[in-house]
């Protein structure tokens, strides 16, 4: 069964740095691109970032260029994002999705909430 | 970036009639990387449609999906009480990636 678990949200202050994970299991990790997809509190979805099977291609939503940083090991089925200098619009729940040009996204993760607020 | 606006935002519909829902892109759009969610509250999305027109493994066949280029839409021929929920489309063909806005299917 394929399952693909969020961790490491939480409040954080404004300008702060938080990091998350998304455990994968029960498919070929490395096989498959992985993406971060945030929904604010309320509001719609946001595609955040993208990743590519070998990490040899990376795209970020204009809104954390910059600031947001994807990435992957293979070796531990896990995919992170590393947000930094976080600003009040970045909280929401995040979402790690996987598929790309060559799958479905039909698999996502339950989400993790990330607050930003002093 | 390729904009994806949904209409209507709100459709009130009764159980057993026709849904259809409009996704409209700024720019023409592969169908092969044209989706269509399904999300609940509480819950992450669910993958409905990809490719334009084909569902999703254990989608029921009363959603379907259709367009090409600039215009798609989701059809759910009779609904049923589980389908009131946000319906949201998806390009993933050209970053960065984008969502419609969404369109909120409620009970009449």
């Known amino acids: 069964e394929v399952q693909l678990v969020e961790s490491g949200g939480g409040l954080v202050q404004p300008g702060g740095s938080l990091r998350l994970s998304c455990a994968a299991s029960?498919?070929?990790?490395?096989?498959?691109?992985m993406n971060w997809v945030r929904q604010a509190p309320g509001r719609g979805l946001e595609w955040v970032s993208y990743i590519s099977t070998s990490s040899g291609t990376i795209y970020y939503a204009d809104s954390v260029k910059g600031r947001f940083t994807i990435s992957r090991d293979n070796a531990k089925n896990s995919l992170y994002l590393q947000m930094n200098s976080l600003r009040d619009e970045d909280t929401a729940v995040y979402y790690c999705?996987?598929?790309?040009?060559?799958?479905?996204?039909?698999?996502w993760g339950q989400g993790t909430l990330v607050t930003v607020s002093s | 970036e390729v904009v994806l606006t949904q209409s209507p935002g709100t459709l009130s519909l009764s159980p057993g009639e026709r849904a259809t829902l409009s996704c409209r892109a700024s720019q023409s759009v592969s169908s092969t990387y044209l989706a269509w969610y399904q999300q609940k509250p509480g819950q992450a999305p669910r993958l409905l449609i990809y490719g334009a027109s084909s569902r999703a493994t254990g989608i029921p066949d009363r959603f379907s999906g259709s367009g090409s280029g600039t215009d798609f839409s989701l059809t759910i021929s009779r609904l049923e009480p589980e389908d009131f929920a946000v319906y949201y489309c998806?390009?993933?063909?050209?970053?960065?990636?984008?969502f419609g806005q969404g369109t909120k299917l409620e009970i009449k």
């Open positions: 998806q390009q993933y063909g050209s970053s960065p990636y984008t």
């Open positions: 999705a996987r598929g790309g040009y060559s799958s479905t996204w039909y698999y």
């Open positions: 029960g498919f070929t990790f490395s096989s498959y691109s």
